[in-house]
């Protein structure tokens, strides 16, 4: 079986994806990506896929430029017929999905998220709902796979593809042997981490601003932020590192080297997320994770229990979660991300994503 993976970036697939193509090349299934050509593509290679590169403007609205991804991948699809397409992120479930469905190719999406163009309503919203529509609503797509109930709820409520085939799956789970629990510091300091591409939505402001009310109290408490920067939040992040609110390292590949050294991770998100890696990573190693009551945050805590659940947008909250961290004894905090990591075992192993894909292969 010649199974294609649309997705849109390769360090993405490479990320999240690898344990599902390691297992579909050692049962002996043909596997092509198709992604921008980033820095991981030839990783992808090295596995054992084979590569296509697809121009895709991730965060544009140019109906031009869409209609070019669009185009790339119905010329892609009629060359090489492939038996599946496995759909993955918004432009590529919507445009890819599209070309599989005129041109009868079996599909199975995966909503990794709204994002904000589908999750906020408006005009865009109205038109996303109308595109994912021609996108699910053929009898070629075998499962939507959805990362939490608010999404799975919003594609019924919009009546946007078969509700039968609907399937809620663990995010996309964590890499148990990779995320490993890692010894808990016993340090003067306590050090939390805050790992998002850095935006509005991600719950910034909120970070930084309890931030400088917790360390007003606690000036041993540091708050490092990891993630890349857009020009609306360098200067501001620059800023707040000189005057020692945050400690702001840009953009890291070693995020458990910075795991190893924190006693808290902090997800203040509002962003329509499907459901947070960062959250999932972090309680695997056996840290205590504080995140707001909001989808695809909440699911991977419970509150009080592995970490600690707080309003959206309130940075008082959040200060006096932080508070609550920094006032626990060392071994509640242990004990605290020891849960956390049993949570991620019983319910967030990678494998559970991987079989739920190996099911549909198999049975359609």
């Not at 469905?101 to 599909?107: C, D, I, S």
């Not at 708050?223 to 360098?234: A, E, I, Q, S, T």
């Amino acid at each position: 079986m010649k199974v294609f993976v649309a997705a849109n970036t390769d360090s993405g697939v490479l990320r999240v994806r690898s344990e599902l193509i390691a297992e579909l090349l050692a049962q002996h299934f043909e596997v092509v990506v198709m992604a921008p050509a980033g820095n991981s593509y030839s990783k992808l290679v090295d596995m054992g896929c084979r590569f296509i590169s697809v121009k895709i403007d991730l965060h544009g609205l140019n109906p031009l430029s869409d209609l070019s991804t669009y185009s790339r991948f119905v010329s892609i699809l009629k060359k090489e017929k492939p038996d599946v397409v496995l759909l993955f992120s918004t432009k590529p479930n919507i445009y890819c999905g599209i070309a599989c469905r005129f041109l009868k190719v079996p599909a199975v999406m995966n909503i990794t998220g709204m994002g904000s163009a589908l999750g906020n309503k408006g005009v865009i919203q109205s038109i996303m709902i109308q595109l994912y529509r021609l996108a699910c609503n053929g009898k070629n797509m075998k499962r939507i796979f959805f990362q939490n109930d608010n999404s799975l709820i919003f594609f019924r409520n919009n009546r946007i593809g078969d509700s039968s085939i609907y399937e809620r799956i663990p995010g996309s789970g964590v890499n148990l042997e990779q995320y490993q629990v890692l010894d808990f510091p016993n340090t003067k300091t306590v050090d939390f981490l805050f790992v998002a591409r850095v935006m509005k939505q991600k719950g910034i402001d909120q970070y930084i601003e309890a931030a400088r009310i917790v360390r007003q109290r606690y000036p041993d408490a540091i708050f490092h932020v990891l993630g890349d920067c857009n020009d609306d939040y360098k200067t501001i992040l620059e800023e707040e590192n000189q005057k020692g609110t945050i400690v702001y390292h840009g953009r890291v590949n070693n995020i458990i080297d910075y795991q190893k050294h924190s006693q808290c991770t902090i997800q203040p998100s509002y962003y329509p997320e499907g459901m947070s890696n960062v959250i999932l990573e972090a309680a695997a190693c056996g840290r205590p994770v504080i995140t707001t009551d909001h989808p695809g945050c909440r699911e991977g805590v419970e509150d009080g229990i592995t970490g600690l659940i707080v309003p959206i947008k309130d940075a008082d909250a959040l200060s006096n979660a932080i508070i609550r961290i920094i006032e626990m004894s060392r071994d509640e905090r242990i004990t605290m991300g020891r849960r956390g990591r049993i949570k991620m075992e019983k319910e967030f192993d990678r494998k559970f994503v991987t079989n739920a894909y190996l099911r549909v292969l198999k049975c359609d």
